[in-house]
């Protein structure tokens, strides 16, 4: 069946850096990409999404590039703070309109 | 502006009991979806309704089960509890089909644990 691969299932940076979290996905029929946060205790919220016919959306310190040919995505964070510290997934949808998650990625801040 | 309403949020059973989960959309929405999560796990996705119907289904046994009201309203069931069940229920409401394009609201969970 379809899948996502999400990685590192773990990242950790020192506050300031930046963080990139890198999802790839199967069905080449895939034209939407949704990034969501989930903060500790509450449900995921949306940050960024992206569709195929677009390369690179930003907002603010967040950004999501996408290479269709290569059937990757990815989430880029810069000057990361502490409130950036969350487990992140990635969706792809397929042909029937159904989202297929990413395992997820704890992102650590260090002071 | 309210946001998506589950209940309970916490809720203890023991196995072989069932266990029935409530979901309220924000109003306007007409799809429902639910996922299961674990730690480590991620988000299984359960099945979405929409307009009444049932969309998509996740590879989950037949012990789980849902269903949708004419107001939007989602409930699911489990029957036959195993203690592997014990997890965070998460459900999300959008406007639309959840792979059209459309944000997905999610509520805090129901955590249930089987004893």
């Known amino acids: 069946g379809e899948n996502v691969e999400q990685h590192p299932s773990t990242l950790s940076v020192q506050e300031g850096d930046s963080a990139v979290i890198k999802c790839t996905y199967s069905?080449?029929?895939?034209?939407?990409f949704p990034w969501y946060k989930q903060e500790l205790g509450k449900g995921p919220q949306l940050i960024i999404d992206?569709?195929?016919n677009v390369g690179e959306k930003k907002d603010q310190r967040i950004a999501v590039t996408l290479n269709k040919t290569a059937k990757h995505f990815s989430l880029h964070i810069t000057e990361t703070q502490p409130e950036d510290s969350a487990v992140y997934f990635c969706?792809?949808?397929?042909?029937?309109?159904?989202?297929?998650w990413g395992a997820g990625t704890k992102l650590i801040i260090k002071p | 502006k309210a946001g998506v309403t589950q209940t309970p949020r916490y809720l203890i059973k023991t196995r072989g009991q069932q266990v029935t989960l409530s979901c309220s959309p924000i109003?306007?929405?007409?799809?429902v979806s639910w996922y299961q999560q674990t730690p480590g796990q991620g988000l299984q996705f359960l099945f979405e309704?929409?307009?009444?119907?049932?969309?998509n289904k996740g590879n989950f046994p037949g012990r789980f089960s849902g269903r949708q009201f004419s107001n939007s309203r989602s409930e699911m069931n489990v029957s036959t509890l195993e203690l592997g069940d014990s997890a965070l229920y998460l459900c999300?409401?959008?406007?639309?089909?959840?792979?059209?394009?459309?944000?997905?609201?999610f509520g805090e969970g129901s955590r249930l644990t089987v004893l």
């Open positions: 109003s306007g929405h007409r799809s």
């Open positions: 969706a792809a949808s397929i042909s029937n309109y159904q989202l297929i």
């Open positions: 069905d080449s029929a895939s034209n939407y």
């Open positions: 992206i569709r195929s």
């Open positions: 309704y929409f307009s009444e119907t049932q969309r």
């Open positions: 999300a409401s959008s406007r639309d089909i959840q792979g059209q394009g459309g944000e997905l609201f």
